[in-house]
């Protein structure tokens, strides 16, 4: 599974930004897709991810202001991002948990995106 992200920029403070990830490859099923980021010095750590049913989670840092969705029918994910502020800055990785031909999920991801937030 091929995972590639795009969207990332630099933006204002109380700016807006929409990431997007696309999944692909051959005859595999999508159980979980998501967003993670990780800023200079510190651990990568989980934004929003969405699951097979529509449920979703949210870092507590981003809920109310970033909106995560999927187009199952691309194996697509989005991240939009509302009211942006600089302790957002980091560089954002989509992740994908899929299985192939057996049950075993595996996770991919892709090859990160910078988003800056300064003024």
């Known amino acids: 599974v091929q995972v590639v992200e795009s969207g990332g920029g630099l933006v204002q403070p109380g700016g807006s930004l929409r990431l997007s990830c696309v999944a692909s490859?051959?005859?595999?099923?999508?159980?979980?897709m998501g967003w993670y980021r990780q800023a200079p010095g510190k651990q990568r750590d989980m934004v929003a991810r969405?699951?097979?049913?529509?449920?979703?989670n949210y870092a507590d840092s981003v809920k109310g202001r970033f909106t995560i969705s999927r187009d199952n029918a691309k194996n697509l994910v989005y991240l939009q991002m509302n009211s942006l502020k600089p302790e957002d800055t980091a560089v954002y990785y989509c992740?994908?948990?899929?299985?192939?031909?057996?049950?075993?999920?595996?996770?991919?991801w892709g090859q990160g995106t910078q988003v800056t937030v300064s003024s």
């Open positions: 992740y994908v948990e899929a299985s192939a031909s057996s049950p075993v999920r595996y996770g991919y």
């Open positions: 490859g051959r005859d595999f099923n999508i159980h979980v």
């Open positions: 969405i699951i097979n049913g529509g449920n979703t």
